[in-house]
């Protein structure tokens, strides 16, 4: 992704070779700023503040948490507690436990004079297919915004509803639900986006918007509740969300709010489908509602809201009375039975087990029943 005249990812080695620089995306989209990490600690606590945020940029993160790690002490003990540490910070994105079980085995495997350096090519890699995964499912994901544009006759543009962020700030570069957009919108197809503002923490309205202005794509922030809306009176022609965790028979959980976006969507005779990479899918799980542990963070995301006063001046302001109780549940299930389609680096699937196993049917052992 290009700011300004300067392409970035969303996590990069530092010069020094060693410490690790990420966006710090609690600043966007007033302040651009870069955060240096430098062990593992600071890497856990960018992921459970979200200075990082994203399921598959939790992952990469993660992974070079565990390298830094490595890199400070690479023994077996001080390894299992940066993997325990790294893996407490955000319960509900699978792509966090994925990650540092890639990273955490293959250390294991070999002698500790190794680790550091292997920890740091792996954390690489995996931040390598990252991009080409995302990029893949921008491909895959480009075909059905084409086709939308050819149904509608060719000529106005297609509108997507979109919750969240799922662009490249989530990931290493590219995005899952964006990425189709992007790569529509460079081959000409074109397309507006409503971007749900996704409260209580705005990553639409400060994110998702941030990066399609930036990317010259048109679109329009809206509040949450106003989706049903826009699909009643024909202004929608498709949703794409991503997702934190997929299970094994579609279920998908993402942000709190998709839900309730499905639903319109369904009942409107909308397609709803969703973008993720082969490492958001929870193989072990059947059951999404049931099974996937649900992240409850604290109040003041709800409570208070941060923005720009009219004098410049980053600011925070209570919205709620003092004292009031909070609820703040940060994610919500989609069934697969309200899930036109998943779009994967593989291709687009049936939001179902045979779906899923048709495009990765290496799974097949693994695929809960």
């Not at 077996?76 to 079980?101: G, M």
């Not at 297919?129 to 480009?142: K, L, M, P």
């Not at 400060?206 to 699909?231: C, F, K, Q, R, W």
């Not at 709803?272 to 999404?288: A, E, K, N, Q, R």
Request: with cysteine.
């Amino acid at each position: 992704m290009n700011i300004g005249d300067q392409h970035f990812r969303t996590i990069w080695l530092s010069d020094d070779g060693w410490s690790v620089e990420v966006i710090d995306q609690t600043l966007l989209p007033h302040v651009f700023e870069i955060k240096r990490l430098t062990n593992y600690h600071e890497a856990a606590d960018a992921i459970a503040t979200m200075v990082v945020r994203g399921a598959p940029l939790i992952g990469a993160t993660a992974a070079y948490g565990m390298a830094l790690a490595a890199q400070m002490d690479p023994s077996d003990q001080a390894l299992d507690k940066a993997y325990k540490i790294l893996l407490a910070t955000r319960p509900t994105a699978i792509n966090l436990r994925w990650a540092l079980d890639e990273v955490h085995v293959r250390l294991s495997a070999v002698p500790t004079d190794l680790r550091a350096e292997l920890a740091y090519g792996l954390a690489a890699e995996i931040c390598d297919n990252d991009v080409e995964t995302c990029r893949n499912i921008g491909r895959h994901g480009a075909a059905l915004i084409t086709e939308a544009h050819k149904q509608k006759g060719g000529t106005d543009p297609v509108n997507v509803l979109t919750h969240c962020n799922a662009g490249w700030l989530a990931t290493v570069d590219w995005g899952t639900a964006l990425a189709p957009i992007y790569t529509a919108h460079d081959a000409g197809v074109p397309v507006h986006v409503w971007v749900d503002e996704t409260r209580p923490r705005n990553q639409g309205a400060a994110l998702t918007a941030y990066e399609l202005g930036s990317h010259g794509v048109p679109h329009t922030v809206i509040v949450d509740n106003a989706g049903g809306h826009l699909m009643q009176h024909g202004m929608v022609d498709m949703c794409i969300t991503g997702t934190d965790r997929t299970t094994a028979h579609g279920d998908v959980c993402n942000k709190i709010g998709t839900y309730l976006k499905a639903l319109a969507a369904h009942d409107n005779n909308i397609p709803f489908y969703v973008g993720l990479p082969h490492s958001t899918i929870d193989w072990t799980l059947g059951d999404g509602v049931a099974e996937i542990p649900i992240e409850q963070r604290e109040g003041g995301e709800v409570s208070h809201i941060y923005g720009i006063n009219d004098l410049g001046q980053g600011t925070k302001v209570q919205l709620v009375p003092e004292g009031t109780n909070v609820g703040n549940y940060a994610f919500d299930v989609t069934p697969a039975r309200l899930v036109t389609g998943l779009i994967t680096e593989r291709g687009v699937c049936q939001a179902s087990r045979d779906g899923l196993l048709g495009l990765y049917p290496e799974q097949t052992d693994k695929a809960a029943p």
